[in-house]
């Protein structure tokens, strides 16, 4: 082999190693985002199970339990809202605390008025 033919043998294992570096740092990039998307769905994830509990506790709530909790209330790290927008329909609303102003799950429930007849 010739001086000249090591020097090119050289240099194309060096562009072969260049190549894998590059192709194996993109796979490691790549596995770290996959990781923290889905840590990061599973917090979400998380967020909404806890938030629909709320939700269903609220929504089992009577007419008389409702109008005591109208208005906006901080329960743990969410903030829970109960309007009353006609006379027998309550809505329930349920956010975040750090993003108030994004409502994540909301239902709006009916409570009739009792009626006066025995």
Same mark, same amino acid.
């Given at each position: 082999?010739?001086?000249?033919?090591?020097?090119?043998?050289?240099?194309?294992?060096?562009?072969? +190693?260049?190549?894998?570096? +590059?192709?194996?740092?993109?796979?490691?990039?790549?596995?770290?985002?996959?990781?923290?998307?889905?840590?990061?769905?599973?917090?979400?994830?998380?967020?909404?199970?806890?938030?629909?509990?709320?939700?269903?506790?609220?929504?089992?709530?009577?007419?008389?339990?409702?109008?005591?909790?109208?208005?906006?209330?901080?329960?743990?790290?969410?903030?829970?809202? +109960?309007?009353?927008?006609?006379?027998?329909?309550?809505?329930?609303?349920?956010?975040?605390?750090?993003?108030?102003? +994004?409502?994540?799950?909301?239902?709006?429930?009916?409570?009739?008025?009792?009626?006066?007849?025995?």
């Amino acid at each position: 082999m010739r001086p000249a033919e090591r020097g090119v043998v050289l240099l194309e294992i060096l562009a072969a +190693v260049l190549i894998l570096t +590059v192709a194996g740092l993109s796979l490691v990039a790549l596995t770290a985002a996959a990781a923290r998307a889905t840590a990061a769905a599973q917090d979400r994830e998380r967020t909404q199970v806890d938030e629909d509990r709320l939700l269903a506790a609220y929504s089992l709530l009577g007419r008389g339990d409702l109008d005591v909790r109208l208005g906006s209330r901080v329960v743990g790290p969410y903030l829970v809202q +109960v309007e009353r927008p006609e006379r027998a329909l309550y809505r329930i609303a349920v956010a975040e605390q750090r993003a108030p102003t +994004v409502e994540d799950l909301v239902t709006v429930v009916y409570r009739p008025e009792p009626s006066d007849a025995p």
